[in-house]
């Protein structure tokens, strides 16, 4: 996976200095370094920019990466919200966001998701693209949180989910969340309400259309 990977992003270059300089804030305050990578962050712009996405959900911000990818892709006509478990997180995520151009098109949410996304659910918010990004264990809960706050027609994305490529390759080392991953694979490919696809890109995505209804 690793190989392809950077073949990919070396091919494509994805990463420019703004998306680099998020990286090094993440480094020097100390916070994970982990990121969707630089081609999966190039998709996510390409998949807001082709739903022709306004209104955009991330689950978990950590620096701001995937953020600015995501708000990439609506320019100067969308707004993103971001849920973030860690105030100091948001504050850095929220820093890089207004350096990259889109400060007054995010708005931070901090404290578990879950609750963030009934919060969003009483104000009765709707959103057309989803990024789903956060603690694995929760991921069946993100998903089916999304659907009572998704337009007819939204975009749900989730990272992570080939976990390095366990879930599907018994040689390599399982990692804490494959079989997370796994079930969570089998619940958006079986769901009646998504027509869905997992595409290999960084540690793997899947890309769910909510059917119209
Ligand atoms: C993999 S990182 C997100 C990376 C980010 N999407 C990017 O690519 O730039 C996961 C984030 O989810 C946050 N998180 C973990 N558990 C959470 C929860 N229960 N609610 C909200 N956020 C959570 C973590 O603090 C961390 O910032």
Do not use: W
């Not at 950077?6 to 804030?25: A, G, M, N, T, W």
């Not at 804490?176 to 079986?190: C, G, I, P």
Request: aromatic fraction near 8%; proline fraction near 4%; charged fraction near 25%.
């Amino acid at each position: 996976m690793k190989i392809v990977n950077d073949y990919i992003d070396h091919v494509f270059q994805p990463e420019d200095d703004v998306l680099e300089e998020v990286k090094r804030s993440i480094t020097e305050h100390g916070m994970p370094e982990i990121s969707v990578s630089p081609s999966a962050g190039k998709l996510l712009t390409m998949l807001v920019q082709m739903n022709g996405a306004e209104k955009v959900l991330e689950i978990g911000a950590l620096g701001g990466y995937s953020g600015i990818c995501l708000a990439r892709g609506f320019g100067d006509r969308g707004e993103l919200v971001s849920l973030e478990l860690k105030e100091s997180f948001a504050e850095v995520a929220r820093e890089n966001l207004k350096k990259a151009g889109f400060g007054s098109q995010v708005s931070y949410l901090t404290g578990p998701a879950l609750e963030g996304m009934e919060t969003l659910q009483a104000r009765e918010e709707r959103f057309d693209f989803f990024f789903i990004d956060a603690d694995k264990g929760n991921y069946a809960n993100y998903l089916e949180g999304c659907l009572p706050i998704a337009k007819s027609g939204a975009i749900i994305v989730a990272d992570n989910v080939l976990a390095r490529g366990s879930v599907a390759d018994e040689s390599v080392e399982p990692k804490s969340y494959t079989e997370d991953m796994r079930k969570f694979n089998q619940l958006v490919a079986d769901h009646p309400e998504l027509e869905s696809i997992l595409i290999p890109i960084g540690d793997g995505l899947t890309v769910s259309r909510v059917k119209k209804r």
